[in-house]
């Protein structure tokens, strides 16, 4: 017996008998009225694609059956030709909407790759750029800017490859969640010079490269705002360890910064002290020029808990900052959920 055919007979034996045991299944042998054509055990399909439905009284073989009749075919009995599904049968699961870091339908952004040579560290360099589609479509506007680190390891291309953060910045744009910018994305290694990356020595000629280098190559290019209120700066573990220093200490240039799961400030013996003398000796002139300081940290990295150091300290000498934990370790989904918290926060109106 057809799927379709099995539907019927339970339904059908159900509003006969709802209270009668089940009964055996029966082969009906009665035939489609007015003919001599057996109605046999499946959906009869007729001349005109008229359907019978031949169904038997419990316990029956033979005579007038429940229910049988020649008419055109429902949209349940299209199913059994090839249309559509029969209602109540099994559907194929639907299927997910894209997540906020998968390509959807929206109105694309472009990646350009330009080149440098860093002036503290004497490298040739490459600095990716994302543009965002309302650059192209609206060639008289100028647009504020993200500079975007990476981690130990990587390069100036993982925010873009693995970060999807080009991804991340055009769903939410398409949804008016953010404001058009500019994400340029420049390498954050030394070459193996001064300790690398994550020292003291390394931060400090990374920051120099970036405001010496970078953020002139990017505004004398393209048509971004200038001032700290049209700048951002953040990262990820090394990265984040950068952003948070560099513009931490360059108050004038950056207005809003973020790190997302850095060692450094999660190091046992860091001191904000130290590393940013003065900082917390006026709160009042730090949240005037900051516009946003945002930290985020997955709840599993083994810097979760230098993080929470980090806020608490933060929030006794009040200073303005904003605590975002997600779920996760050290890892690329907790840092695309971090830029997608962070990216709608920045220059907005105050």
Avoid at 168 to 174: G, K
Wanted: glycine fraction near 12%; hydrophobic fraction near 40%.
């Amino acid at each position: 017996m057809s799927n379709l055919a099995c539907l019927a007979a339970l339904a059908a034996a159900a509003f006969v008998a709802q209270d009668q045991p089940q009964p055996r299944r029966s082969v009906c042998r009665a035939t489609i009225p007015g003919t001599a054509t057996p109605l046999g055990v499946s959906p009869q399909v007729h001349p005109g694609r008229s359907v019978a439905f031949p169904l038997c009284a419990p316990g029956e073989s033979a005579g007038q059956p429940l229910f049988a009749s020649a008419v055109p075919p429902t949209a349940s009995a299209r199913s059994a030709l090839g249309g559509a599904a029969v209602p109540g049968a099994p559907q194929a699961p639907r299927t997910p909407p894209p997540r906020f870091d998968e390509v959807q339908n929206v109105p694309h952004g472009s990646v350009f790759i330009g080149a440098y040579t860093s002036t503290p560290l004497g490298l040739a360099r490459r600095v990716f750029i994302y543009l965002p589609p309302q650059y192209g479509a609206d060639p008289a506007r100028k647009f504020p800017v993200l500079y975007l680190r990476h981690g130990k390891g990587d390069n100036e291309s993982n925010w873009t490859t693995d970060g999807r953060a080009g991804v991340i910045l055009d769903n939410l744009l398409a949804r008016g969640a953010a404001v058009p910018m500019l994400i340029v994305m420049p390498n954050g290694g030394t070459g193996g010079a001064l300790g690398g990356g994550s020292s003291p020595e390394g931060i400090e000629a990374l920051g120099r490269e970036l405001l010496e280098d970078v953020i002139p190559l990017v505004e004398g290019g393209f048509r971004v705002l200038p001032g700290a209120a049209n700048r951002a700066i953040a990262g990820l573990s090394m990265g984040g360890g950068q952003a948070f220093l560099i513009g931490l200490q360059h108050p004038d240039t950056f207005a809003w910064v973020g790190e997302f799961s850095a060692g450094l400030i999660s190091e046992p013996g860091f001191r904000l002290e130290k590393h940013l003398p003065g900082f917390l000796d006026d709160p009042a002139a730090v949240n005037r020029k900051l516009r946003l300081l945002f930290l985020s940290c997955g709840t599993e990295d083994q810097r979760y808990n230098g993080h929470l150091d980090l806020v608490d300290k933060l929030k006794r000498h009040r200073i303005r900052c904003q605590w975002f934990p997600t779920p996760g370790a050290h890892e690329w989904m907790v840092w695309r959920r971090a830029l997608a918290e962070f990216l709608p926060k920045l220059f907005q109106p105050a």
